[in-house]
């Protein structure tokens, strides 16, 4: 089982990135996806859920209106869509892959967001 993430980086307030989680090992139709966060001396928080069946989601209050999640099931990939971003964005940021009492995570990526 894999989750590897990419497209973090460095970006200026207001700034946009695109995340991407690569998965292999498991049916990944089958699993929702999340994308957690994990800034320094904090507690990893959720940042938004996709489902795995009629792709519903939910986005934590923090990101409403800015992040966009997506997944394509033909390519085993979730994307995070991360608008007007602000310094409090910067973080380590993890695909986690989630069916009943099996999970799955990914090793991070990290976002800066820093003039």
């Known amino acids: 089982v894999q989750l590897v993430e990419s497209g973090g980086g460095l970006v200026q307030p207001g700034g946009s990135l695109r995340l991407s989680c690569a998965a292999s090992?498991?049916?990944?139709?089958?699993?929702?996806m999340t994308w957690y966060r994990q800034a320094p001396g904090k507690e990893r928080e959720l940042v938004a859920t996709?489902?795995?069946?009629?792709?519903?989601?939910n986005y934590a209050d923090s990101v409403k209106g800015r992040f966009t999640i997506s997944r394509d099931n033909a390519k085993n990939t979730v994307y995070l869509q991360m608008n007007s971003l602000k310094p409090e964005d910067t973080a380590v940021y993890y695909c986690?892959?989630?069916?009943?009492?099996?999970?799955?995570w990914g090793q991070g990526t990290q976002v800066t967001v820093s003039s």
């Open positions: 986690n892959a989630q069916r009943l009492l099996l999970a799955y």
């Open positions: 090992g498991f049916t990944f139709s089958s699993y929702a």
């Open positions: 996709i489902k795995s069946a009629g792709g519903s989601t």
